[in-house]
């Protein structure tokens, strides 16, 4: 079984390493000599809870994650976690506190815009101690990270968390450091679209989690890594009296940790594409690796955008906040992006629309993207800008 290697720059779901499709192709069929594969057995087999342990101790081993955190995996995506955050860090909070907590939102892009409105959806008292939109030429764009000396953060005593999202996957927009927050407080990150991209210290976090659909596997099912101590819960009833929603139980992470990820019926063959990747970034050399990998691709690519005459390709984000994972670039003049796009296409490279809400161009340069993926493109990056010269 095999195929050509597409050269597809798509963000979500994105390219998956063919070897780990190879193996797990094979592993659908027929999964271990067992004689069924992986979308058939029963979650509850031995064989698919050492799916599950085996896909926890690789993501352990690449982020040196220690045993004071717990690995777990939900369905529902990135936007179910939106809402698993509120239930769940509220709670937490309130084990401490006995008080309804309020959140701070760092909010530098669609899908942080996205998460701190569900917040207020469910009632959450939400501070958006960061709105980048105001910091924009023309007040309602992304593009930037603003200084955390203008960052409105709460105080231990009344926030239950500060949320943000690691690499804004529409906007371009990454944080190149973790964000600073006050003592006691915890931090929530998404890191959906740019995890196992980079080492990072695991222990400055509440809770990290992301949908596997770009850099760790398919859609169907969210890694997280929680710190342990927030898995405690006062009695529901006081939950209720403090006025914090209860979670859902498919969404409540004391559960589903409690059950090894096996309280209800998880996508095993999913999470065996995740030990799959995770297991060939552990073979490459890890994080380290990796991380220098994503740095050169995406140097290349932003290289040939600057290097290109003026006029020519219009980068909006600030430097220094610009996403190795997804780049993002406007083409001034009529039909200049169906053009490049065109163009793109008859040299085989594809995925290279922006996000519908925003238009332009999208390289998504996740881990599964070739070096000659990139290559072939910054190619056709100067072939482009050169014609336009002329
Ligand atoms: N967070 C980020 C950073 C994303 O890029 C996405 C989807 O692309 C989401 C959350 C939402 O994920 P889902 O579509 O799995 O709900």
Redesign the pocket.
Same mark, same amino acid.
């Given at each position: 079984m095999s195929r050509t290697q597409p050269h597809y720059f798509g !963000?979500?779901p994105a390219l998956l390493p063919a070897e780990v499709l190879q193996q797990a192709a094979s592993d659908l069929l027929n999964y271990k000599d067992s004689g069924l594969g992986l979308g058939e057995i029963s979650h509850r087999s031995a064989l698919a809870v050492n799916v599950v342990d085996s896909a926890k101790a690789t993501i352990k081993q690449l982020l040196t994650v220690p045993d004071t955190y717990e690995i777990f995996f939900l369905q529902?995506?990135?936007?179910?976690?939106?809402s698993a955050v509120v239930y769940n860090l509220l709670a937490s909070f309130a084990l401490k506190t006995f008080k309804k907590g309020r959140a701070d939102y760092l909010v530098t892009?669609s899908?942080?815009q996205? !998460?701190a409105e569900e917040a207020t959806r469910l009632g959450v008292d939400v501070n958006l101690a960061v709105d980048a939109r105001k910091w924009s030429a023309d007040g309602k764009s992304y593009g930037t990270i603003p200084d955390p000396t203008t960052w409105t953060l709460g105080s231990a005593a009344d926030t239950a968390y500060v949320y943000y999202?690691?690499?804004?996957?529409?906007h371009g927009v990454e944080f190149p450091y973790i964000p600073e927050v006050p003592e006691g407080v915890e931090l929530v990150a998404?890191?959906?679209?740019?995890i196992l991209s980079r080492e990072f210290d695991i222990t400055k976090f509440g809770l990290v989690f992301?949908?596997a659909?770009?850099n760790i596997g398919m !859609?169907g099912v969210?890694v997280c890594i929680i710190k342990k101590q927030l898995l405690g819960r006062l009695r529901e009833d006081y939950l209720v009296d403090l006025g914090i929603p209860l979670a859902p139980l498919v969404l409540d992470f004391p559960t589903i940790v409690k059950n090894n990820s096996l309280y209800n019926t998880l996508p095993i063959f999913n999470v065996h594409i995740v030990y799959l990747t995770t297991q060939r970034l552990v073979d490459n050399g890890g994080l380290k690796v990796q991380k220098a990998i994503s740095e050169a691709k995406a140097k290349k690519l932003y290289d040939a955008l600057d290097a290109a005459p003026k006029g020519v390709y219009n980068c909006i984000v600030e430097r220094a906040s610009r996403s190795r994972m997804n780049v993002v670039f406007t083409i001034p003049g009529e039909g200049r992006e169906k053009a490049f796009l065109d163009g793109a296409k008859e040299r085989g490279m594809t995925g290279l629309q922006g996000h519908r809400s925003v238009g332009g161009i999208r390289v998504s340069n996740y881990n599964a993207v070739s070096e000659r993926s990139i290559d072939m493109l910054v190619d056709w990056i100067n072939t482009f800008a050169a014609s336009a010269k002329t």
């Open positions: !963000a979500g529902g995506g990135g936007t179910g976690e939106f892009g899908w942080s996205k !998460a999202c690691d690499n804004e996957t529409v998404d890191m959906s679209s740019n992301a949908g659909q770009k !859609a969210t």
